[in-house]
C-alpha cells in the first residue's frame, strides 16, 4: 500500500507548531527557533506551497543545485525579498567563492583549506555571509565536521588567522544512537567560545535539539515528504 501524499503546507504548519510547543516546553520563546526547510532536491511543485504559507529560509546542499533552482526569475519572485539561503551541506574550496556569494549563511565550515578559501573570497566580496563552523560530535570517519576535541583551537583559527567571525556550531549526530548528548556537547562548545548560534535538530529529533538551545533546526522530510 502506496503512502498518502503530503500535503507541504500542512505539513510546514504542523512542524512550526510542534518547534512552538518545543520551545515553550523548554522556557524559550518559539521565536529564539528558525526552521531551516530542507529543500534539497526536492521539486518546485512541494516547495512552492512552502513558500506560499510563508517559509522564507531553506538549506541546500551543493550550490550548483541551489543556483540552478533559486536563480529562476519566476522562483525568485515567488520568494521575494525575504529569502535566506544556508548551505547545509558540505563546501568543496573550489566553490567557495561562489557560495560566498550565493548564500546567507554557511553552516559547513570544518578544515583550514576551506577556512582560507572562504576568507578569501570574503574579502574580496567586502561581506561574509553568517559562518557556522560544523563538529563531527560522533567523530564518525563517513562524516565532514572538525573533532570536538579540535574545535576549540580550530575556531580560534578562524577568527585569529583568517579574520573570520563565526557566529555558530553545527551538527549531524550519528544516526544508530540517542542525539541528547551529541546536542549538549555542541552547546557545551559554543557556550565556552561565545557562540550563539546552534544549528542542530532534523526531522526526527528537532525537539530535542531545541530543548538543548538549538536556534535553528533543518527539517526536510517532515515539511516536504520523502525525495
Known amino acids: 500500500m502506496s503512502e498518502s501524499p503530503v500535503d507541504p503546507a500542512a505539513a510546514h504548519a504542523a512542524v512550526l507548531s510542534r518547534i512552538a510547543a518545543a520551545a ?3 522556557g524559550r520563546a518559539p521565536a529564539d527557533v528558525t526552521l531551516v526547510a530542507v529543500s534539497k532536491q526536492q521539486p518546485w511543485g512541494k ?3 512552502v513558500l ?16 540552478s533552482r533559486w536563480d529562476e526569475p519566476a522562483h525568485r519572485d515567488a520568494a521575494g525579498p525575504g529569502l535566506r539561503l544556508r548551505l547545509i551541506g558540505p563546501l568543496q574550496t573550489n566553490k567557495a567563492k561562489d557560495a560566498v556569494a550565493f548564500f546567507d549563511a554557511i553552516e559547513t565550515l570544518d578544515r583550514e583549506r576551506l577556512a582560507r578559501a572562504i576568507a578569501g573570497a570574503v574579502q574580496a566580496r567586502g561581506a561574509s555571509p553568517e559562518l557556522f563552523i560544523q563538529v563531527n560530535t560522533g567523530e564518525e570517519a563517513q562524516k565532514a565536521g572538525v573533532a570536538p576535541a579540535a574545535a576549540d583551537a580550530f ?32 552547546a557545551k562548545i ?3 567560545n561565545g557562540l550563539a548560534g546552534l544549528s542542530m535538530g532534523m ?3 528537532f525537539e530535542t535539539a531545541i530543548r538543548f538551545g538549538a536556534t ?3 527539517v526536510g522530510s517532515a515539511v516536504f515528504g520523502a525525495r
Not at 506560499?52 to 543556483?67: H, I, K, L, P, Y
Not at 550519528?174 to 541528547?180: I, Q, V
Open 24 to 26: 515553550r516546553a523548554a
Open 203 to 205: 526531522s526526527g529529533d
Open 155 to 186: 575556531i580560534a583559527d578562524c577568527r585569529r588567522i583568517f579574520g573570520l567571525a563565526p557566529v555558530g556550531l553545527m551538527c549531524i549526530p550519528p544516526a544508530d544512537e540517542p542525539p541528547g548528548p551529541h546536542f549538549a556537547l555542541l
Open 216 to 218: 535553528h533546526v533543518r
Open 52 to 67: 506560499a504559507a510563508g517559509q522564507r529560509v531553506f538549506g541546500e546542499n551543493r550550490v550548483q543545485e541551489a543556483q
Open 47 to 49: 516547495i512552492a506551497p
Open 190 to 192: 559554543a557556550a565556552r
